[in-house]
Structures are given as structure tokens and as C-alpha cells.
């Protein structure tokens, strides 16, 4: 469809609308079975029109991100509760859990610095490759989208409607601020356009995103990227990756779908080796 096209068509729905609101009232206009279907919230929220509402998860991003010029991204997963050094460990339970989450806050920085430098590449690219990607909440997110502003550059969020997470961080890029209800659809978006995936210290959700990732790695779903996890003592202690290869659960070649890192330059090495970029 040219800009022609989509320009007249979206005439031709506005003006639909304006004369929709100036019909007058009577029972046959008042009845939710003569409104607009588009425009009709009770009926798009119905079980039965379920497969609408993930396909216009897809598309409404992708069409932003097609219509941005946004061809590449690197992702970063990490936890929502890695405050910053020095911040409230708000998520804390118990002084153990204050304890760890305030030594884990070296992560924090360590993501920063990490999307600083990538988004130093984005800049060579105008903001159309290697741009940063997070959840586009607090934690690890937040340290992901605020360094690429450090830098100077755009970053994206996709943030999912959740109680623990109301509001998007602020560093996300407003138009680049995306928000959805299917974490099914957000994980495919994560993915589509990855050159690279950063993976921090984290809870259930960090585990989620990063089996998934090597699942469809292992299992030839999309392309070989590299997977880079940040902190090889935490990772080493929490996920024994060696077992699973001598239980013969994976491959062991398997364990080489991704690589320990523990700093900023040592993740982005890996990356401009993978892509012939400069260090």
C-alpha cells in the first residue's frame, strides 16, 4: 500500500466516524449492534475475538518499527528488581535478599555501559540497526534503555501490562514505547529483529526469555545470534548448564549456543567479532 493509499483509506475512516457521531439518537443507533466494530471495545474484547487482538498485537508495533526504519536490534533481558548501586533494593524480602540485590546492582551498571556502547554503533547506522531493546521497565531494563540515551540514541520498550510494572521507565524513546497484554506476542517482537541477546541476572521471567531463545536457536527456528550472559559466577551457580549436556537432557554441543561474559567491552567484543564491527 503507497502513503496514498493509506492516507485515503484513513480519510475514509475518519470520515466514517464524524458521520457516525452526528446521526441522531434513536434505539436502532443506541444499540451496541450498530456501532463500528472497530470501535466497539465490548465486542473486540469478547473470548471469541481473541485471535484479533494478537494479531493486532503484532502488527501495531511491527508497523511502527517498519515505519521507523528499525531493521536490527540487541536485547536485553534482565531482572525488573536489580536496583541501581547505591539505590532502595525495594524488592527485597529479607535482609538476604537486601543483601544480594544490592551486591547484584553491579549489573545495573554493567547494562548500562553494555547499551551505551551498542548504541554507539546504532548511531553509525542512524538508529536503524543494533538498537537497543528492552521490557522497557525497571531493573536491568531500565539500565538498558537509559544507556542508550546516555549515548544519544533511541531505544525501544516493550513493556507488558503487569501490576508490578505500571508505568514504562523513562528513558524508553516515546515513539518507541510499545505496550501489550499476550507475553507471547511481546517474546516474538523481542526476537524478530535480534542481532544479539543480553542476558542479565534475573527471576523467572529473565529464565523464560533465555530457554526460549536457545530453544529456537537449538532447534533451527531462527538464525544463530550470539547469547551472551552477563555474570558467569551467577549463572554457573544458578543453572548447572554442564549437567544437563552429561544427563544427555541437551546436546553438548548445546552449551556453546551461548557465552559467559562479565563486562560491558567483553559483551559488545563478542558481538563486533560475530558481525565484523570495530571494537
Partial sequence: ??????????RSVEEDI???????????????AYQLAFRDD?????????????????LKPE??????????TVVLFGGARLPEPGGDPWAAKNETQRKNLAINSKYYTEARRFAQRVSQEALKHDCKQY?????????????????AQDAGACSIGLNI????????????????????????????????RAKAIAVFPGGFGTMDELFETLTLIQTERMDP???LLFGKS???????????????????????????VDTAEEGWAEIAKAYGLGA
Fill in 161 to 192: 501490562v503487569l501490576r508490578q510494572e505500571p508505568v514504562p521507565n523513562e528513558y524508553v524513546t516515546p515513539e518507541l514505547c510499545f505496550n501489550f497484554h499476550y507475553f507471547a506476542i511481546r517474546k516474538m517482537h523481542f526476537l524478530m
Fill in 131 to 147: 538498537v537497543v531493546v528492552t521490557g522497557g521497565g525497571p531493573g536491568v531494563m531500565e539500565a538498558g534503555n537509559r544507556g
Fill in 63 to 72: 508497523t511502527i518499527l517498519n515505519e521507523q526504519g528499525i531493521e536490527s
Fill in 234 to 260: 551467577f549463572w554457573q551457580r544458578i543453572i548447572n548448564f554442564e549437567a544437563l549436556a552429561e544427563e544427555g537432557t541437551i546436546s553438548p554441543d548445546d552449551v556453546n549456543l551461548f557465552k559467559f
Fill in 18 to 32: 464524524a458521520r457516525v457521531e452526528k446521526i441522531p439518537s434513536t434505539p436502532q443507533t443506541e444499540s451496541p
Fill in 225 to 227: 545470534v550470539p547469547v
Fill in 42 to 58: 465490548a465486542f473486540l474484547r469478547r473470548d471469541d475475538m481473541r485471535p484479533v487482538r494478537l494479531q493486532l498485537e503484532l
Fill in 1 to 10: 500500500m503507497t502513503d496514498a493509499d493509506r492516507h485515503s483509506a484513513l
